[in-house]
């Protein structure tokens, strides 16, 4: 029977109705599911949908197609155009038309992340308020796009009603360029994947001991010294270990002689920025201060108390707070990328600071008896909040690991301001997410158990994090101050673009059904996966085939 919503019926009546699932053709095979199907679907989206309700009718798309959308809307018509395209069909998008096989309609009683896919027998007509839920429905129409039967030059697509909005509003992915360093184009198709299955956020990991990867103008020695290192513990295992797996080998693009190194330009981060915007994702940078400086003492040695490169028993020799120009010098390279990225989010790090080495400097201790303090704690304290009082004066949201909150070495609750959003890994030290949530901040779950991507890319890792349940591993307080999850990937063990993307995909998709919806059936998911699988061998991504696919006949 045909699902007609326009007939006889005001339009806004009707949109109520159907935002309440109410209403949907007059068949009476209809089926809804309100929650991820164990077997036999009939489609492949990732991630599942919030609500779909399916009937027993075909849409037929064949000639030549036309879309309907505003000039606005051109990137999310230009996905349903590509698709189709690839599908052989011929496709034109036209701003006004009296008829059309697909139509983007905006309706301003749905949420800015929100849309609505109705596929009748008639044309497919996709419902937003805002032209980032038209894009998110149109990754979604991409992927249903996947599952139409193929005669001849034409598509047959089973008619179906989708109703979606994400759960979470930070659905993050950082990449750690600083171990090992990548061109600004994997960026961009990271950030395609990203666009792709409605993740939002992009932390991108800038510095860290073993590189600097941003230039400044202020202080260029930075990438011209800190950006390349000579080859280090894991440069050197990773250039064994490419002898019997070539997908190991550096770019020799960041190789000469015996050093390894790259950095970003201005313009690189602005093309980064700029293409990440177009398709809904806000990049965050990430300074990691006061630990993890090598490269910047490598640049200007008076970063550190005595001028010295020095490790402790686990971590770096961290920057000398006291001094004023190592302060002025943080503070200064915040106002240059401040002013680089427009996101009101950035990431000062502050993890894994070995304070033992303020605690032997005369420098370090006189500070602490100047201001009455008892412990290097108050050191860590006092710069994060100098540094989050002078971003957020700049209108900036301050992010920082949770080992603000609480050390490795103890157990002393740190004082930090409120405002700071926490991201929460250190599974193993959970009283980082208590503080957090005694102390009034947000949290982002980045637990580094399940949500570490560099880890081994095992059916057991993989499984682990698709089942990931808040209920049973974090406490009550911690959930309700939770924003949101990241996936992160280190890069130590990762030198090419080749071993990022073999550790990444597909846990990648699976992390995405995690942030996006509470809905998730590993057996629904596995079945979905199939077509997602063949999607990354036409884009040529090298992702590593679960060994819970094996069984799964993929088509």
């Known amino acids: 029977m045909k699902l007609n919503f326009y007939k006889n019926i005001k339009r806004t009546i009707i949109y109520t109705l159907f935002l309440s699932f109410s209403l949907y053709g007059h068949s009476n095979t209809k089926t809804t599911e309100t929650s991820a199907p164990v077997v036999g679907n009939t489609h492949s989206i990732i991630p599942y949908p919030k609500d779909v309700t399916y009937s027993n009718s075909s849409l037929e798309l064949s000639g030549k197609i036309t879309i309907l959308a505003d000039k606005k809307l051109d990137k999310s018509s230009n996905i349903i ?14 701003s006004s038309a009296l008829n059309s096989n697909i139509k983007y309609v905006r309706y301003e009683k749905l949420t800015e992340n929100e849309y609505i896919i109705e596929i009748n027998d008639k044309g497919i007509t996709l419902f937003f308020s805002h032209e980032k839920g038209a894009f998110y429905g149109s990754q979604t129409l991409k992927q249903y796009l996947w599952s139409a ?49 409605k993740l939002n956020k992009l932390q991108m990991h800038l510095t860290d001991d073993q590189g600097w990867r941003i230039v400044s103008d202020k202080y260029p020695l930075l990438t011209e010294v800190g950006g390349y290192r000579e080859f280090n513990e894991h440069d050197k295992w990773a250039i064994e270990r490419a002898k019997t797996d070539p997908d190991y080998n550096f770019n020799p693009a960041y190789v000469s002689g015996g050093q390894y190194g790259g950095f970003y330009t201005k313009e690189d981060i602005i093309d980064i920025i700029s293409y990440a915007g177009e398709n809904y994702i806000e990049v965050i940078p990430e300074i990691d201060m006061p630990g993890h400086m090598s490269a910047a003492i490598r640049a200007y ?37 401040s002013l680089l990225f427009p996101s009101n989010r950035v990431h000062i790090g502050a993890d894994e600071v070995d304070k033992s080495f303020w605690e032997n400097e005369v420098i370090c201790q006189e500070f602490m008896k100047a201001n009455g303090w008892t412990h290097v704690n108050e050191i860590q304290n006092y710069f994060v909040t100098e540094i989050t009082n ?19 070495e103890d157990l002393i609750k740190n004082n930090v301001p409120a ?14 997410a208590r503080y957090a949530a005694e102390n009034g901040n947000n949290i982002i779950l980045t637990p580094w158990t399940w949500f570490y991507l560099s880890s081994r890319n095992s059916d057991e890792n993989f499984i682990a994090m698709y089942n990931f349940n808040e209920q049973e591993k974090l406490d009550s307080s911690v959930i309700e101050k ?43 998911f596995k ?27 993929t088509p």
Request: proline share 4%; charged share 30%.
């Open 390 to 408: 002078h971003l957020e004066a700049k209108g900036k949201l301050v992010t920082a690991w949770d080992d603000i909150m609480v050390s490795n």
């Open 419 to 432: 405002s700071i959003d926490i991201m929460f890994w250190r599974d193993y030290k959970p009283e980082g």
């Open 81 to 94: 155009a590509k698709e189709l395209e690839y599908f052989g069909l011929s496709v034109e998008t036209l």
């Open 149 to 197: 039967t193929v005669e001849g030059e034409k598509l047959l697509l089973p008619t179906i009603l989708i109703h979606d909005k994400p759960e979470n509003d930070y659905r993050g992915f950082h990449i750690d360029v600083s171990r090992h360093f990548f061109p600004k184009e994997f960026v961009f198709k990271i950030i395609d994947q990203m666009a792709l299955y």
């Open 527 to 553: 079945e979905r996966l199939k077509l997602h699988l063949n999607y990354m061998d036409r884009e040529d991504i090298n992702y590593k085939k679960p060994g819970f696919m094996e069984a799964v006949n």
């Open 482 to 524: 939770k924003i949101g999850y990241q996936a992160c990937v280190w890069t130590e063990h990762i030198p090419s673009e080749a071993v990022f993307e073999n550790f990444v995909f597909p846990r990648f998709q699976g992390f995405s059904e995690v942030v996006w919806t509470s809905k998730r059936d590993f057996n629904s």
């Open 301 to 337: 040695s008076w970063i550190s108390c005595d001028g010295e490169l020095d490790w402790g028993a686990e971590f770096s020799k961290p920057m000398c707070v006291p001094k004023e120009k190592v302060m002025t010098f943080a503070k200064e390279i915040w106002n240059e990328v």
